[in-house]
């Protein structure tokens, strides 16, 4: 992108980034902040500095979040697989993507299981991150199934009895 060349035009359009084309003093010629007209290849060190300087405390911020937002974390990582392959197809709904998601977390909490969200036909096998493509099954089962493309429990079962926990599909993943 082409950034103003001077900091006070930078700030005049609003613009996040400035290149005055001249080397700070530790001889970067990246852009620098228009806040604080930092380098940013500089500031990038200094991140990367701290962060290996204080491991623990970087890996304590990522284990909190991590935790308070299992849901995110589960779809964040599919959906990046399916990305990276291309395979996220433009009728899509992340709503019930992500409901998948949030319904594996829910029960896990609530019934102490490992139920995990597994494409049916798998990514690896040009499955799509579709909704119509995803199941909620146990962690042993989908270890088990590796992937191969079967159906366990289809979405279909389960969106129509999710909302009574004693359902027989819901005392059968508890007592797998």
């Known amino acids: 992108m082409n950034y103003p060349d001077n900091r006070a035009e930078a700030i005049r359009i609003k613009a ?5 084309k001249k080397p700070c003093i530790h001889g970067h010629t990246s852009e620098r902040r228009t806040k604080s007209g930092c380098c940013v290849e500089c500031g990038k060190e200094r991140s990367t500095k701290y962060r290996n300087d204080n491991p623990e405390y970087q ?8 935790q308070a ?13 399916a990305l990276k392959k291309l395979q996220t197809p433009i009728d899509a709904d992340e709503d019930k993507i992500a409901e998948f998601y949030r319904t594996a977390s829910e029960l896990n909490e609530i ?7 597994d494409h049916i036909r798998s990514l690896k096998n040009y499955g799509l991150h579709h909704e119509d493509n995803l199941q909620l099954i146990t962690k042993t089962q989908n ?3 590796g992937t191969k493309d079967e159906a366990w429990i289809h979405p279909n079962q389960i969106d129509e009895q999710i ?14």
């Open 143 to 145: 270890c088990q199934k």
């Open 163 to 176: 909302i009574n926990p004693d359902c027989e599909i819901i005392k059968w993943l508890k007592s797998v």
């Open 69 to 81: 937002n299992k849901d995110k974390c589960a779809g964040y990582t599919a959906k990046y697989r």
């Open 16 to 20: 996040p980034l400035y290149n005055t």
């Open 59 to 66: 890996a304590a911020i990522i284990k909190v979040w991590n």
């Open 111 to 117: 019934y102490n299981s490992t139920l995990q969200v």
